[in-house]
């Protein structure tokens, strides 16, 4: 801690001096009664006086919570030396929220030991290095002020509150492995599919009695297996439209941990495409390991501007498995995101684009702006037509809106688009 | 009063310089036994004004915290009260004693303050 002399100790000490000369040179005792307690008071402060020594500890609990929970950050503070005033201030980062008085002022006898609690609720997913706590002390009769700072006592990890999705994109195609998804192909399951002769070798149980009873001849009924599927998640985080403290990046996040989470308790195999200034890949898994990986691999997720071209060249080829569904979460800002995901079709990969979409970020402003808007406006169209004409869904998801309607959307795209 | 609302600690030594110069201007013949309610007024209104302006209205503060200080002013001026007692007392018996025993007292206040200076700065570098 930085030790320097409160402003009190040099008015008092001005004033004895004055004081002091005034009496000498006027003659007057009664000036120099007028010094003597400032004289006392310095004298007094300064030999008091001790330097401040504390120790402190900082805990959270819980060290992982969602967005809106409340968290409690416990503060531990053992005084070395006695100290007469002790001001704590505990600084939250952007994102917490506190609930209560985050500064205190208390006074600690030598080798007292006191706990601070401080609840604070959680309002943006991300990781935070908490800890930053400025501390001032004060000498008895404030001769002296010490001021220091302690920064990154204890991390918390808070993970993006899931967005409410009730059915899920299917995929054009299913993987080998056993899961929830329906196959097109024939075979071993219990989702009914056809019926055909009977042929030597099938199952008496899979003999469709009315079918053979009409028939006069034994006829089978044919089922598609459930198999799981590949999903690859592609979050663009090339850059944002913000407003305030939301931001189509807060958005995507949530809706790509939402889908994962799905996607993983169905079985199926979901990988994460970190695609910006940063590039961040996780290989397909499944389970609860893999639901951690990607939500910690989301936590890390931030806009770095970058001016580098980066296409899907530089993905390794184990993150885009063949007929995996793609689902692309992204604004459609950066020709490198938009020009990624157009090869990622010239490719044959079965894609499907969520736009997050930056309209409710940028008010639309006067005279040439709103003109400007306009125009900003016309090109997104045709960006999404240029994507439709490939085959590919895009479908607009606007702040407050559920997911489930753009979902909804590319799944009615991808429907009739599969008639024509 | 500038310095408690302005919160500038910087005002306060002004003011109490030119309440004390006041005091000196209506100073007459003969020894002012009043100069000790008055130099203890100076001290208890100097320490509320520091008092009041540290006050930050963020801060929660513990009742022990504004105990003590209120036991420490307290302590201050009845201390002051005594040694401007002792101060007065002396005073009175040395009025005439002639230009030695000013030679003294103006040794006595250049002994005071380099004895601050010198607590100032051990402490300053402990």
């Known amino acids: 801690m930085t030790r320097f002399a409160a402003p009190k100790l040099g008015a008092y ?51 992982r919570a969602l967005e809106g929970e409340e968290v409690e950050l416990r503060l531990d503070i053992v005084a070395e030396t006695p100290i007469e005033r002790l001001d704590v201030l505990i600084e939250l980062p952007p994102g917490l929220a506190a609930l209560g008085p985050a500064a205190v002022s208390l006074r600690l006898a030598r080798g007292e030991r006191r706990q601070l609690a401080l609840r604070a609720r959680t309002e943006r997913w991300g990781g935070y290095a908490l800890g930053r706590i400025d501390l001032r002390a004060r000498s008895p009769l404030g001769m002296h002020v010490e001021e220091g700072r302690a920064t990154e006592l204890a991390s918390l990890r808070v993970y993006p509150r899931e967005e409410e999705v009730r059915r899920l994109l299917a995929p054009l195609e299913t993987q080998l ?64 439209a913000s407003r305030g ?6 958005l995507a996040v949530r809706a790509t941990a939402s889908l994962a989470e799905r996607y993983l308790a169905r079985r199926d195999r979901v990988g994460l495409i970190g695609f910006g200034g940063v590039l961040r890949w996780l290989l397909p898994g499944m389970g609860r390991v893999q639901a951690y990986r990607i939500a910690d691999a989301l936590l890390d997720t931030e806009i770095v501007f970058s001016y580098a071209w980066k296409d899907v060249e530089v993905l390794p080829r184990r993150t885009l498995p063949p007929q995996a569904l793609v689902i692309a979460l992204s604004p459609l800002l950066d020709e490198r995101a938009v020009g990624a995901l157009l090869d990622l079709r010239a490719r044959g990969f079965d894609l499907a684009v969520v736009d997050v979409s930056p309209l409710p970020f940028t008010p639309p402003g006067t005279g040439l702006d709103a003109t400007a808007y306009a125009l900003w406006q016309l090109r997104r169209d045709a960006l999404r037509y240029r994507y439709e004409r490939a085959g590919v869904a895009v479908a607009e998801w606007r702040d407050g809106e559920p997911l489930q309607v753009a979902i909804e959307e590319v799944r009615s795209f991808r429907r009739h688009a599969a008639r024509r | 009063m500038a310095g408690i609302v302005l919160r500038r600690p910087a005002v306060v030594p002004w003011s109490l310089f030119g309440a004390g110069g006041l005091y000196a201007a209506t100073l007459r013949d003969g020894l002012d036994g009043w100069s000790l309610g008055v130099a203890a007024g100076l001290l208890l209104a100097a320490e509320l004004a520091y008092w009041a302006i540290e006050r930050d209205p963020l801060l929660r503060e513990e009742p022990a915290v504004a ?55 051990a402490t300053s570098s402990s």
């Not at chain 1, 002769?197 to 044919?222: C, P």
């Open chain 2, 67 to 121: 105990l003590r200080r209120g036991a420490s002013i307290a302590a201050l001026v009845a201390a002051t009260l005594a040694a401007g007692l002792v101060v007065l007392t002396t005073a009175g018996f040395a009025v005439g004693a002639g230009l030695a025993l000013a030679a003294a007292g103006a040794a006595a206040a250049v002994g005071l303050l380099l004895l601050i200076a010198r607590l100032a700065s």
């Open chain 1, 177 to 240: 492995s056993s899961g929830n998804e329906v196959a097109r192909a024939k075979g071993d399951g219990i989702e009914f599919a056809d019926i055909r002769q009977f042929v030597a070798g099938d199952r008496i149980r899979r003999i469709n009695w009315r079918a053979s009873a009409r028939r006069s001849e034994l006829w089978v009924n044919e089922t598609h297996p459930e198999r799981n599927t590949d999903v690859i998640l592609f979050l663009d985080s090339f850059t944002e």
């Open chain 1, 245 to 250: 403290d939301r931001s189509t990046l807060d």
């Open chain 1, 13 to 63: 000490t001005g004033l004895v001096a004055a004081a002091l000369l005034a009496a000498l040179v006027l003659r007057r005792p009664e000036l120099a009664v007028l010094a003597a307690p400032f004289a006392l008071a310095v004298a007094a402060g300064l030999a008091l006086s001790e330097r401040a020594e504390v120790r402190l500890a900082l805990a959270v609990t819980p060290a």
